[in-house]
């Protein structure tokens, strides 16, 4: 019945007899119809899951099917908040925000901003930038470790070789280090997504604002205060969104770095990390619920106060 | 009429002469039409440059032509990543037909859920198989759950650990085989002097630090503290404090060279098989590559097995060792799938199997063989040790039924080498994961 409305919606027979696309924007029934595969996937892989995470946290179970299901009420919260792994794992989830925000946005918004001049080689350096964003985490991870390996890798051995011996260090298992060094990495990954999308957003603004400032003699350094962050404003705040998301989303590069372990003795882990590890090491599904459902309500209440921030803002203005 | 009737037998008896012999052609047992066809997943846990890897490959390659009728869908990949997929396969209800395991509480849940196939009925059916075993092999800690009745893996190998040594080294620094801690400081300390690293342990991989915890826990305490822990008799904090100060003394004494912590278990193989550390404690499963071709070091290896302390000798033959690794069926199995599982599950822990493993110094047997069977002399140290031993068992926290402890004591082991923890601290690390789950 709908396919055939549809149908009729799609192609009309014109007064030449012949059959002729239709402009179907203002149509529902197929707007309605062409989004509901994509609702379909988000509903089964995305709501449905974070739903059942949320009962999940509930109940204690070992995650084994015909094993006990039993209502446990706030239990796996309580006995989430007593574990002092978890109070770490949300000390290094604050500590990764913080950091990730502070290095991945001015440097995107700069890069950003140098390539939008238009200067020599620009496409070479957008390519270069964007490039750790292709390439997989586990490939990315890998190399990473033999830089940062203690007795063979690379950046230690540049030290040694320029005589400064005393600053090498064992990067990724130093607990003064480790988790610097993986948020680093994880910031040079994804800086390049960042720059494609303020550079976008600077290159969205009218070209006739840049020609005046120019007759004022305005220089870039008032430009890229007064005029390019003002401007982009709104795409920052949706970067700030993105970057904490992907932050709190974080495990196959920290997994990948630290052998599986998130150590060593747990100096890497985060709520994800540890959500797996109650989850499939510890045979405690409620408790790695709880922990998600906790990152859930995290994640929705940061994005949500970022957005009104940036966006009642701007109405406002 | 006469000749049509005639016509009629004659196509009468032609059709029942062609219905008997084809219905005798279908008593035939080979028939290949009558066999059913059977798909196994079949799911391991080696890396390639295991020496098992290959003696594996070979059994199911003799298997597959012995079976034309089975289908092996092999799902091999190492040990870390394995640990992952077990428990997901678990959680998810899909194990493997047939797969290796490590029993204990890994397992444990999975047990208690009726996921794996209770195998008492495999012995009992087969009582020529059943009697091929070592005594005592299947009260092996890591096939006992402590309130589950039944066997639900076929024991496979055992294992033992044991000091692996460069005897070009130990000449050069002019010491002998350390028998006591003492005498082992003492080799420590001038294989340093000589500027070897005198004890080669990759910190990294937490495992390889518990193996030695354990070996030093059972020296103080005998094996017995294992099951006492399990059944929380006794607490970490109490027991286990000593064994930890001893990793320190020789973390302090730079026992393991720099950074312990940063060495992953790769690198160890390599500083030892390039002659760069004198030392290394490990399983007898590495006989065959430190004696193989690649091996720097070949022909210049020894054996001593861990020293104990003098002021325990009641523990001096405590070892560290036994059942390992095992094999087990998904209880859904039924039908000719199951004759398959089982089938296979005997090519490996059978007589046939178990001497092609022992054959390229790969395992030590479960099973009783009385043929001469040549095996490396230093693989043949190591299965000495185990047959000599007091008593012996496996990792400290085989017996517990809280999942997390092994993990655990991994974490806090490389968290002492690392310098984050204290021996106390690590002790009490272990307590607090027990009070944690309650």
Redesign the interface.
Known sequence: MIAGSVFHSLLINNSWGQWQMLNFKNSKKIIILFLMPALAFYLCLEIYPAFRGIFLSFYKWKGIGGSEFKFYGLNNYFEVFKDPVFLLSIRNLMRFLIVSLITQLPIALLIGYLLSLGLKGTRFFKITFYLPMILSVTAISLLWKLILAANYGLLNSILTSVGLEGLTKAWLTDPSTSFNSIILINSWIHVGFYMVILLAAILGIPEDIFEALKLDGANGVVVFFKIIIPLVREMIGVCIVLIMTQTMKTFDLIYVLTSGTFGPNDINQVPIGLMYYKSFIGDNFGNGSAISTLVLIFGVTISAIVYMKVFKENTSN | MRKSIKKIVSILLVVVMFTAVISMFGCGKNDPAKVEKVTLRYATHYSTTDPMFAVRNAVIEKFKKDNPNVTIEDENMAA?QYH?KL??E??S?TLPDIFTNWGGSEVY??V????LMELTEVLDKDTAFKGIFLDGQFKSANLAFKDIEGLYGMPFNNITAGFYYNKDLFDKAGVQIPKTWDELINVVKKLKDTGTIPWAIGG???WRVQHLQTALAYKMYGTKLGQDLAERKVKYVDTTVDSFKRIETLRDLGAFG??P????FS?EQNMFMTGKAAMNFSLNVYTSLFESDTSEIKGKVGFFPMPYFSEKPEFKDSVYGGGSVVYSLNSKLTGATKEAAIKLLKAFCGMDGQKEFLKANAIIPVVKITDKIDVQPLQQQFVDQLANAKEFAGDLTERDTL??ML?KL???S??L??K??TAEQAAQEMD?EIE??K
Do not use: C, F, M, Y
């Open positions: 870390t992952d428990k997901t678990i959680a209800d849940e999975a208690k859920a009726k996921k990294k991989d937490g720099p950074n912590a940063s060495v992953d690198l999942p997390t993990n991994r974490n806090v490389v968290g080498l690392n984050q923890l607090k944690l789950n």
